[in-house]
């Protein structure tokens, strides 16, 4: 069956653009996440949809990092204004509640030059 | 948070035996302790859980001695496919506290033919 998938896989940017992550969750799942993980690190957590509704965003870093999923199915990580700190892979996982056990996708790696 | 200590690294040869400890000396009564695995450019994925004594399953064993402070991770006769970091999650069920994932720095195994 399908899993988690993310796109793009990979995407670089120039420091100051603004990107725009896609996930696309196991469908029926209805909690869906978002970490982070720089090299050399385990994921972080940045924020978790129930739903439509972002019930947690405590772990976005900073004011340029906006996360949504209007319908309640694909949701889109933005981050405006990259850094160069904001290189990483941003990894996306489903759940069917968010007490279940999370899916993961293969992740974006995102490279600001 | 249940604070977890584990190895940045280990290695091994192929056909032996890989025991990964994890230190948790601040572990909840409720909490169960789950490890996941991650290979490269793929999100991690579970792969055993326990609460006390002895947890064996197709892929790992999980020893939990009595005062819970510590868990081994043994991966029998590991294969170059086992190359892969693993990370030891304390929470409820999954891993997780109130739904979301910490991971730590996890612990690379790499395993030489």
């Known amino acids: 069956g399908a899993g988690v998938s993310q796109s793009p896989r990979y995407k670089v940017a120039k420091r100051g653009q603004d990107v725009a992550l896609r996930c696309d969750p196991i469908?029926?799942?209805?909690?869906l996440f978002w970490y982070q993980q720089a090299l050399g690190q385990g994921p972080e957590f940045l924020t978790y949809?129930?739903?439509?509704?972002?019930?947690?965003k405590s772990g976005l870093p900073s004011d340029r990092f906006f996360a949504e999923r209007p319908e309640g199915s694909v949701s889109t990580l933005k981050i405006q204004r990259t850094q160069q700190e904001d290189s990483a892979v941003y990894l996306c996982?489903?759940?069917?509640?968010?007490?279940?056990?999370?899916?993961f996708g293969p992740g974006t790696r995102l490279t600001v030059l | 948070l249940a604070k977890t200590t584990q190895p940045i690294s280990m290695d091994s040869y192929e056909g032996q035996e890989v025991n990964i400890t994890c230190s948790h000396n601040?572990?909840?009564?409720?909490?169960?302790i789950t490890w996941y695995q991650q290979f490269p450019s793929q999100g991690p994925r579970f792969i055993i859980q326990?609460?006390?004594t002895k947890v064996t399953n197709e892929v790992a064993s999980l020893f939990i001695p009595a005062d819970r402070k510590s868990s081994t991770l043994s991966l029998p006769r590991v294969s170059l496919s086992d190359t892969a970091v693993y990370y030891c999650?304390?929470?409820?069920?999954?891993?997780?506290?109130?739904?979301?994932?910490?991971f730590g720095r996890g612990t690379q195994l790499t395993v030489w033919p």
């Open positions: 999650l304390v929470g409820d069920d999954r891993g997780s506290t109130l739904g979301r994932l910490y």
């Open positions: 996982a489903s759940s069917l509640s968010v007490y279940n056990e999370q899916f």
């Open positions: 469908s029926g799942h209805v909690s």
């Open positions: 326990g609460y006390k």
């Open positions: 601040n572990i909840a009564t409720n909490d169960y």
């Open positions: 949809f129930q739903n439509e509704a972002q019930l947690d």
